[in-house]
């Protein structure tokens, strides 16, 4: 037998018993200025919040010079091919938690799983309706254990690393900016 095989045995000897899981909280009631709450959240993250119906209008006037946009908004597989230079990406989210302004994307709205790390910029679009107060609401409303596996992300603010020093670098190892465009019910 070998040390990998009887490293093995041993641990599924002394597994513990499985033991049912605990209830969790269902979340939080929505409070009344949800969306200015997860707006401000947003931004204190490092992001931009717009509240619009004009999607379209409010991505051009903040990102007027990108050049390599890759929207997924109208559900079409990825085929841009390369994720070299990408300018700007535009994706929809799937649900809003008000308590940290992070936004849940599921794999199936990405396109490719790197898309929305390896961009400039990164637009999330996401319905007012899709908020919920808190993360126990999100995963909740997001049913992980209903669902078929995958990959999934919650994002909160552009990529941002900080030292010891207290010194913030936005746009470390992602995009150097995240705008979050809202639209109202």
Avoid: C
């Amino acid at each position: 037998m070998s040390s990998r095989q009887e490293i093995l045995d041993a641990v599924r000897r002394n597994r513990p018993d499985a033991r049912p899981l605990p209830d969790l909280p269902t979340g939080a009631a929505l409070p009344h200025d949800a969306v200015e709450r997860f707006a401000a959240m947003v931004r204190e993250v490092g992001g931009e919040a717009v509240i619009t119906g004009d999607v379209s209008t409010a991505i051009h006037n903040r990102y007027p010079e990108a050049r390599r946009v890759i929207s997924m908004m109208d559900g079409a597989p990825f085929t841009a091919g390369s994720l070299d230079g990408i300018d700007l990406v535009i994706i929809r989210g799937e649900l809003g938690v008000v308590e940290n302004g992070a936004i849940w994307v599921a794999e199936s709205a990405m396109g490719h799983r790197a898309l929305p790390f390896v961009t400039m910029h990164l637009v999330l679009v996401l319905r007012a309706t899709d908020l919920v107060a808190d993360m126990h609401g999100a995963y909740a409303a997001l049913g992980l254990e209903r669902r078929t596996p995958g990959f999934g992300v919650f994002i909160s603010g552009p990529s941002k690393t900080a030292d010891i020093e207290r010194a913030l670098v936005i746009g470390a190892q992602g995009p150097r900016s995240l705008m979050v465009v809202i639209t109202p019910p």
